[in-house]
């Protein structure tokens, strides 16, 4: 029997990753890109999706009941996606983040449940935790989100897990830490900095560059919501993560060492509000179902690298619009 599948934000940067590899996994499937093409979701890359024969293209809003009343019939899957997922955004503007991440959400679980679509799996992240002084949060850590974008982020996690324990429906919930890789938006730190020192320019670096992320490799993170789509157990929560913590200083030497550079191309800007130390989460109830990173750090940024310098075409008329 054909699969059909729902991909909610499957222009953005993680869900054109993972379209691209359930189309591949799985030829004979139906895969349904739900995006809307706000700033982040690119016409470029659904261009490129296009080229798989069992790719389908909406353009819509996730707000939009009726239009994703029309979309839902017959998925048998929804991995969940599209979010306002920019910090430095929501500070600035904290409505949209509210109304998509958590109404959005809402209007899609409704619609799942009410079409018996058999499994949700709602992708998250690991901001909702808040700053983690020493260790690594496991699934039950209390939640501590300070931005508007993490706390959308953590209400729709609720809600979500909510459907699960009001009507038993299956729902599945996902927390992953930083993410890079190709087809990211040119304003996240990686791309920024990587396309900025193609061009000459410095990198602008958050205060003294003390904050401390894990980074985890985007196809490393869709082989993970790969294995959970069949393995993951309805209701549960899973952290994806890499156990790769790197201070935002060392991250930005590992970089400027790519290109042959040093400090001097480091230009220091005031610090984000309310901006979280250290992110860490334990993945280990993850990689108890066999999930494990397929590379180590150095080697996919170099790889990362060397893609962003192939596809000018790609960021470049991104990058001229921000």
């Known amino acids: 029997m054909t699969r059909k599948y729902l991909i909610t934000g499957g222009a953005g940067f993680i869900g054109s990753n993972f ?52 979309v839902m019939s017959d998925v048998d899957m929804v991995i969940h996606f599209a979010a306002e997922s920019h910090v430095d ?42 700053s983690v002084a020493t260790g690594f ?11 508007p974008y993490s706390s959308s982020k953590a209400g729709s996690d609720l809600l979500a897990l909510s459907y699960f324990h009001t009507y038993g429906y299956p729902v599945i919930v996902t927390r992953c830490t930083n993410n890079y890789g190709p087809y990211q938006f040119p304003e996240k730190v990686i791309p920024l900095f990587v396309t900025n020192l193609i061009d000459g320019k410095k990198v602008p670096l958050y205060g003294e560059g003390k904050n401390e992320r894990d980074w985890l490799h985007v196809s490393d993170h869709c082989s993970a919501l790969r294995l959970l789509m069949d393995r993951g157990e309805p209701g549960e929560i899973y952290n994806i993560g890499a156990d790769n913590q790197l201070a935002n200083i060392e991250l930005t030497r590992r970089i400027l060492a790519h290109f042959g550079m040093d400090d001097s191309y480091i230009e220091r800007v005031p610090d984000r509000l309310g901006h979280d130390l250290r992110y860490a989460v334990d993945s280990s109830k993850l990689r108890a179902l066999g999930w494990a990173p397929a590379e180590d750090f ?3 940024l170099e790889e990362t690298i060397a893609w962003y310098r192939s596809r000018e075409d790609w960021w470049r008329p991104l990058k001229e619009k921000t």
């Open 137 to 147: 949060a496991p699934e039950t850590a209390l939640l501590n989100p300070t931005s």
């Open 19 to 70: 379209v691209r590899m359930l189309a591949e996994d799985d030829p004979e499937a139906i895969v349904v890109n739900l995006d809307l093409l706000t700033y982040a979701g690119v016409p470029a890359t659904v261009e490129e999706l296009d080229e798989y024969p069992n790719h389908r293209f909406v353009k819509g809003d996730i707000r939009d009941e009726t239009l994703v009343d029309d």
């Open 298 to 300: 150095d080697q996919r």
């Open 89 to 130: 955004r929501s500070i600035a503007g904290p409505g949209p983040f509210v109304s998509t991440n958590v109404l959005g959400t809402a209007v899609l679980l409704d619609a799942a449940m009410r079409h018996e679509v058999d499994r949700f799996i709602h992708v998250s992240t690991d901001e909702v935790y808040g």
